[in-house]
């Protein structure tokens, strides 16, 4: 494995906010220069400082028009494949990423700088997440999946493999960390949801399930949820997860496979992505819910997320396109009867291509996209 730190130069473009607003069709800005670290002081002016229990404290009160405002604030553009995955630290303000170039790289979100770049040429990065320490991630891997060396605990900080998972027999689709503990959980295409800890090596149990599985923590660590095919959504209680599943959910008329799914910090609600480009907002008490469908792409799966104060849903879409809803409005339709429905309030260009993966920083009013190039987000502070 190869290791390198610090960005290249021409590795960093910044973009003039104006370059993007809720217009899809408006071209990107002629005026492209070297993003400077004002930019991003000025957008951290509007974040307050951030405590454990209050992350949506740290954020401007969001509304449609701020929403409808995020611009492109840096664009990453030296990858040599495509980014399959991204995730947010919790409490850092640091991004990772994992792509098919076999690079994994670490970024500081405020400064815009690439911090570390490693290489797994032997295993490949698929899935990549944090695990609560800043400098240590997991990773599954992409290749030589017949050595059951499907997942690794990395240090980023000497680029060494603290500890392998061994377990799956083919590739991982969705990786999680709880909130609270050690514990992790993987789900693969051998149809298996296995449940981890850190600490050991040894798989502490496993969840056998039909077709591909997607699996999510809620933000207090006391429910895990796994969807599976056909649109069952299991939801567990991680303390006694061998006593079966406390509630099932059916989304009916969708018989794609599940490829995401996440709550909201509140965990009220439920996000769900399809492998054919369909979008579900789920109540997380009630199953209820309300869909919308994007353009699909060929061999790409879409990604949304929810901002931290569960308002709104954000999500790339295959013609390259962005979407922003809020997912609150309300309408009433007879006396006493009300119901939740989707409300589109913007649409950007990514300039792009595709997105393959898509989050929300749980600190930051700001957002980041990949596909072949990852692009940050920002509040667009000349409104």
């Given at each position: 494995?190869?290791?390198?730190?610090?960005?290249?130069?021409?590795?960093?473009?910044?973009?003039?906010?104006?370059?993007?607003r809720?217009?899809?069709?408006?071209?990107?800005s002629?005026?492209?220069?070297?993003?400077?670290?004002?930019?991003?002081?000025?957008?951290?002016?509007?974040?307050a400082?951030?405590?454990?229990?209050?992350?949506?404290?740290?954020?401007?009160?969001?509304?449609?028009?701020?929403?409808?405002?995020?611009?492109?604030?840096?664009?990453?553009?030296?990858?040599?494949?495509?980014?399959?995955?991204?995730?947010?630290?919790?409490?850092?303000?640091l991004?990772?990423?994992?792509?098919?170039?076999?690079?994994i790289?670490?970024?500081?979100?405020?400064?815009?700088?690439?911090?570390?770049?490693?290489?797994?040429?032997?295993?490949?990065?698929?899935?990549?997440c944090?695990?609560?320490?800043?400098?240590?991630?997991?990773?599954?891997?992409?290749?030589?999946?017949?050595?059951?060396?499907?997942?690794?605990?990395?240090?980023?900080?000497?680029?060494?493999?603290?500890?392998?998972?061994?377990?799956?027999?083919?590739?991982v689709?969705?990786?999680?960390?709880?909130?609270?503990?050690?514990?992790?959980?993987?789900?693969?295409?051998?149809?298996?949801?296995?449940?981890?800890?850190?600490?050991?090596?040894?798989?502490?149990?496993?969840?056998?399930?039909?077709?591909?599985?997607?699996?999510?923590?809620?933000?207090?660590?006391?429910?895990?949820?796994?969807?599976?095919?056909?649109?069952?959504i299991?939801?567990?209680?991680?303390?006694?997860?061998?006593?079966?599943?406390?509630?099932t959910?059916?989304?009916?008329?969708?018989?794609?496979?599940?490829?995401?799914?996440?709550?909201?910090?509140?965990?009220?609600?439920?996000?769900?992505?399809?492998?054919?480009?369909?979008?579900?907002?789920?109540?997380?008490?009630?199953?209820?819910?309300?869909?919308?469908?994007?353009?699909?792409?060929?061999n790409?799966?879409?990604?949304?997320?929810?901002?931290?104060?569960?308002?709104?849903?954000?999500?790339?879409?295959?013609?390259?396109?962005?979407?922003?809803?809020?997912?609150?409005?309300?309408?009433?339709?007879?006396?006493?009867?009300?119901?939740?429905?989707?409300?589109?309030?913007?649409?950007?260009?990514?300039?792009?291509?595709?997105?393959?993966?898509?989050?929300?920083?749980?600190?930051?009013?700001?957002?980041?996209?990949?596909?072949?190039?990852?692009?940050?987000w920002?509040?667009?502070?000349?409104?």
């Open positions: 494995m190869e290791s390198r730190a610090g960005a290249r130069e021409d590795s960093v473009v910044g973009v003039a906010l104006a370059a993007t809720s217009d899809c069709s408006r071209p990107p002629s005026s492209i220069t070297k993003l400077r670290s004002k930019t991003w002081a000025a957008a951290d002016s509007t974040v400082a951030a405590t454990e229990n209050k992350m949506a404290a740290a954020l401007p009160q969001l509304d449609d028009e701020i929403v409808r405002g995020m611009a492109i604030g840096a664009v990453f553009t030296d990858y040599a494949g495509k980014i399959n995955c991204l995730d947010f630290h919790r409490k850092e303000d991004l990772v990423t994992s792509s098919d170039d076999d690079s790289r670490l970024y500081n979100i405020t400064s815009a700088t690439l911090l570390k770049t490693t290489y797994h040429r032997k295993h490949g990065a698929d899935r990549v944090f695990s609560h320490h800043p400098s240590s991630i997991l990773c599954s891997s992409r290749y030589n999946l017949e050595s059951a060396e499907s997942l690794c605990y990395l240090s980023l900080y000497d680029n060494r493999c603290l500890r392998y998972f061994k377990g799956h027999k083919d590739r689709v969705s990786l999680c960390m709880s909130p609270v503990n050690d514990s992790f959980m993987s789900g693969s295409l051998d149809h298996n949801v296995r449940i981890w800890d850190l600490r050991v090596n040894a798989c502490q149990g496993i969840l056998r399930l039909r077709g591909r599985p997607s699996v999510a923590y809620d933000q207090q660590g006391l429910v895990f949820a796994v969807a599976m095919e056909g649109g069952a299991k939801l567990f209680d991680s303390r006694s997860y061998d006593k079966g599943p406390f509630d959910f059916l989304v009916g008329g969708d018989t794609a496979e599940v490829s995401d799914i996440k709550f909201s910090n509140d965990g009220k609600s439920m996000l769900l992505t399809t492998t054919n480009s369909h979008i579900y907002v789920l109540d997380a008490y009630g199953g209820d819910k309300c869909g919308f469908s994007l353009e699909p792409s060929p790409v799966t879409n990604e949304a997320a929810f901002t931290p104060d569960g308002q709104y849903v954000i999500s790339g879409s295959g013609d390259g396109t962005l979407h922003a809803w809020n997912i609150n409005t309300v309408q009433e339709v007879a006396m006493s009867l009300s119901v939740r429905f989707l409300l589109q309030i913007a649409c950007w260009n990514s300039h792009i291509g595709p997105i393959t993966a898509l989050k929300w920083a749980p600190r930051r009013a700001m957002f980041a996209t990949a596909s072949t190039a990852l692009t940050f920002i509040t667009n502070q000349s409104n």
